[in-house]
């Protein structure tokens, strides 16, 4: 049930925010704050935000928690909170998953959704996801569908704490129907300011790639990401969205556009050569990133559109390129050189037939 006033929707009173330490959710608290619509806004993290951070909080409240205690009860009910937006979900860059972050992200998530089942002031529940929930295989669709289940279903990792996420919120959204519950499965984020897992392996001078395989990526840049993040706690659409830009870049394309080295590798070896690879500098890829940058994955949007009603201002291709344009990053290999050498190659070809 969406709160109304006179037929139009009305915006959130008093709207906490987890994850206020990261780039999502300590821009989205900005944002917020912002808003004189919004009475109140609170700002919740175990970790404190940087001195810069905390200055663009402007009048928003940081409350120093870890949401896997009761004590973030406590602040839901003293504060009156009618919104909770779930942005400390977490997806390290830099390091591989681990029990303590799955305990923070799925015990986390649960407490918090405890809290907010028990709360007779909270209305909306609004978290971020990820398209990682669909995982990434051979037997894909040519498009995910928020209906569409993974083909092949995560164990581990960062995705199997996501879908254990969602299905906590689901439940909440079920035992709570007069809350509004939103969903959004965001794809890989880029921009010249987040650090993600694809912009440290789109930064790296090498990349391994998969030998046979032309996997399709598909991004959302970082101010596309936070305005999805404020559009669905403002507009108040329950259900589960998908959230990308238009179009997509296969992988060989985002290599050459980056001007980076791409080094082909055997599917079984991929995590290997990533591990040996981070071992030496050359690359921070993942091992749990191998099957997206083998098979890729491309979400289908048409929900974003018409029932969240959210547009991405930037398409895959200009999120990549402002990453590249905002990033210092001196190319390995320019455009030019790649193209020259496509030339040669295809003559050479010629010759030969």
């Known amino acids: 049930m969406v709160e109304r006033e006179g037929g139009v929707e009305s915006a959130p009173k008093v709207v906490l925010v987890t994850g206020a330490s990261t780039f999502l959710g300590g821009y989205l608290i900005t944002r917020l704050a912002q808003n004189p619509a919004i009475d109140r806004v609170i700002a919740v993290d175990s970790l404190v935000p940087s001195k810069d951070m905390q200055r663009r909080f402007g009048r928003a409240e940081f409350i120093r928690t870890d949401i896997r205690r009761s004590s973030i009860a406590k602040i839901i009910d003293q504060a009156g ?178 001007g980076r080295i791409g080094l082909p590798v055997p599917a079984a070896m991929l995590g290997t050569v990533a591990g040996v690879y981070r071992g030496l500098r050359v690359s921070s890829m993942q091992f749990d990133q191998a099957d997206y940058v083998t098979f890729g994955r491309v979400l289908d949007t048409t929900r974003m559109r018409t029932e969240l009603g959210f547009v991405p201002a930037y398409t895959s291709i200009e999120t990549f390129d402002d990453f590249l344009s905002r990033k210092p990053l001196e190319p390995v290999i320019s455009p030019d050189a790649w193209y020259r050498l496509e030339r040669r190659v295809r003559k050479a070809a010629l010759q030969l037939t």
Not at 138 to 154: I, K, M, Q
Not at 167 to 191: E, F, K, N, Q, W
Not at 232 to 255: E, K, M, S
């Open 81 to 258: 909170v009618d919104t909770i937006v779930h942005a400390a979900t977490s997806v390290m860059d830099t390091v591989g998953h681990s029990a303590a972050i799955k305990e923070f992200n799925v015990i986390g998530s649960m407490q918090l959704c405890a809290a907010a089942q028990r709360s007779p002031t909270v209305k909306r529940f609004i978290v971020r996801s990820s398209g990682i929930v669909y995982g990434a295989s051979s037997a894909d669709p040519a498009h995910f569908s928020e209906e569409t289940s993974a083909r092949v279903e995560p164990t581990k990792g960062y995705d199997r704490d996501l879908i254990d996420v969602e299905a906590y919120v689901r439940g909440l959204g079920r035992r709570r129907p007069d809350m509004t519950v939103t969903i959004l499965r965001l794809s890989a984020v880029l921009g010249p300011k987040i650090s993600t897992r694809m912009s440290k392996y789109f930064s790296s001078a090498v990349i391994p790639v998969v030998i046979g395989h032309e996997p399709r990526l598909q991004f959302l840049h970082e101010e596309d990401a936070l305005s999805a993040l404020e559009h669905a706690t403002l507009a108040a659409r329950p259900g589960i969205f998908n959230v990308a830009a238009d179009g997509v870049l296969t992988l060989t394309q985002a290599v050459r556009r980056a």
